[in-house]
């Protein structure tokens, strides 16, 4: 029926997953239900003992004009169940939720006014097991429009009480506050500015790819939702960051520069010498003063050249205390070889990253190495982590 393969609600799976099994809808126009143009959804059919969800992060509204739009299949209807939500406290904290409606299969577009009053733009009655395109437009006159498959659906307004919309916590996909939803969502589009309807109707039957330039202004986010970051199972693109790392985080020149400071180290012609004395004395590099700077859920790229005594380890680490950092004394372990030797580490920052360091490993011998350069660098956008 929907070309996602016979397995699709047999798939053994902890928390939400990606389901890629020959998912590749396309609208050819034929007198059917439309279906999106996607190779993969996410997998949100949580139950009382798995909640399942996308943490996106912290996506501020910045402009009090805001449009999203997502692919959503719904199995079960439930109260409240989160979309995309972009919303927390009434009143003090207000942004954008869109959900299914309470107690009918219909689709709303929620938003809190300045007393803490809702207003709710709501679409007509809805079917399960069908894939529908959703996109939610607020203006900043107060002004709401809710879009089905490209057809305006629902509106409603709240120019009586304007307010500014504001956000300050994890943007989510699939949960509103603790109640999920029940289906599948993927190629989910958050903009920083009104859609047309022109736009919608263009917009729902491409993946990111395919959007035309203009479609991408002002669009803040976009989550293709059909594949994980290579060697991050739990963690999505946000495609419109791209597959690229971003610009340089630690302060150049390399060691030398402002916050990086060292413990029985040296520095010449820009290389840094580590040397051990022979009780094993703490000895490292160390960049600080970051624990602003990493962004909790962030993919980050560590890359160091070093050299140093054959068959000793040293370690590259992302958190000053003990080894709950994303990058620990474990997963960012060098043995080293004697000769120059470029090592990459991929990892997630989880909110215990605090600074950088290049530092021995556990040793009760002398010996030193070298620091020949250093990079650090963010995965582009605002990257997701499946719950």
Known sequence: MLGLGSNITGISKVGTTIVTDNLVLRHDYKMRAVEPLSDGAADINADAANNEYIDVGLIPITTNDVSISAWVYITTWVNYAGIVVNRSNSGTNPGLELRCANGAQKFQLVIDDANGSSSAAISSTLNSNQWYHVCGVWDRSGNMSLYIDGVLDGTDDITGNPLTLTHSTATKIGQASTTEMRGYVCNVGYWDRV????????????????????????????????????????????????????????????LTGTNWSNVNGTVSDGIGTVTIPADGTYSYFRHGNMTSTYITGGIYRAVVTVKGTAGKDIRVRSEIGSDNGGLTATTGRITLTGNLQTETFDFKSNGQDDDFRIERHDSDEAYSFEIHSVSLKKLNGNTGTLS
């Not at 395919?210 to 290579?230: G, I, Q, R």
């Not at 060697?231 to 971003?246: A, K, L, P, Q, S």
Request: charged fraction near 20%; proline fraction near 3%; avoid cysteine.
């Open 195 to 254: 859609l047309s309807q022109a736009e919608v109707k263009s917009i729902m039957n491409k993946n990111y790819d395919s959007l035309s330039a203009s479609e991408k202004t002002d669009l803040v986010s976009w989550w293709n939702l059909d594949s994980t970051v290579p060697g991050f199972t739990t963690t999505v693109y946000d495609n419109h960051g791209g597959e690229t790392f971003g610009g340089e985080i630690l302060t150049q020149p390399i």
